[in-house]
């Protein structure tokens, strides 16, 4: 009888218990990368950039709904249905469709994250914006009053993802669109004369715009 033999057998157990363990753990990082690599640009961006989101993607915690401006995820400049698109400024939203129809062209689709909102919307985000940011003043910096914003009288819009957004930094100017706000990439206005003379200099943000003091 050979007693040597049985001896191996625990260890050459254990190795491959130990190798089915590795291949287990690999392949779930494996897995997690490429989750991670496919991941939506717009959601890597919104986590990034620290604003509410209600002021730029159309999401939050108030609670007011697509009456008063929430746009539903994947609303485009032409749907007509959405309060959002449809109660903006008519030449603002003309230009929008104009670009959004030569973008696509490119493959590149307009999203509206924000557009026209009720005072009552505009309200309930910025008091998430005091919450969030502990001051009117901080706040102020990504939401303005209703009195004051844009948004409320349909003369903004906020526009992803972040390559349609680079488009319109790139080709807006020929349409008259314009980004105002260094801090927001997102928000675009109608500067008719910027056709023919490009878009004026941004402010840093809008406490800097004079249109937003009281």
């Given amino acids: 009888m050979n007693y040597g033999e049985p001896a191996q057998t625990a260890p050459r157990r254990i190795r491959s218990a130990i190798f089915a363990v590795l291949a287990v753990g690999c392949a779930a990082i494996i897995v997690a990368l490429i989750h ?11 986590s990034s950039i620290d604003i509410p989101r209600g002021d730029h993607g159309g999401q939050s915690g ?18 007509n249905g959405v309060p959002a698109v449809a ?33 009552k919307y505009q309200e309930e985000l910025l008091r998430e914006a005091v919450s969030k940011y502990g001051s009117e003043k901080a706040a102020a910096r990504w939401v303005a009053i209703a009195d004051k914003s844009l948004h409320v009288s ?37 500067r008719p004369e910027a056709i023919d003379d490009g878009c004026p200099p941004k402010y840093a943000d809008p406490t800097k715009d004079p249109r937003m003091r009281r």
């Fill in 36 to 46: 991670q690599s496919t991941a939506s640009p717009s959601s890597s961006i919104a």
């Fill in 154 to 190: 349909g003369d903004a819009v906020d526009i992803g993802p972040s390559g349609a957004a680079a488009w319109l930094s790139k080709h807006g100017a020929k349409y008259g669109l314009c980004q105002i706000y260094g801090n927001e990439p997102w928000h675009y206005e109608l």
């Fill in 87 to 119: 109660k903006l400024d008519p030449a603002l939203l003309g230009a929008l469709r104009r670009a959004a129809t030569d973008a696509k062209d490119g493959g590149v689709e307009f999203v509206v994250n924000s557009g026209w909102r009720s005072p």
């Fill in 62 to 79: 108030a609670s007011s709904g697509v009456a008063d401006g929430a746009v539903p995820d994947g609303v485009t400049v032409f749907d």
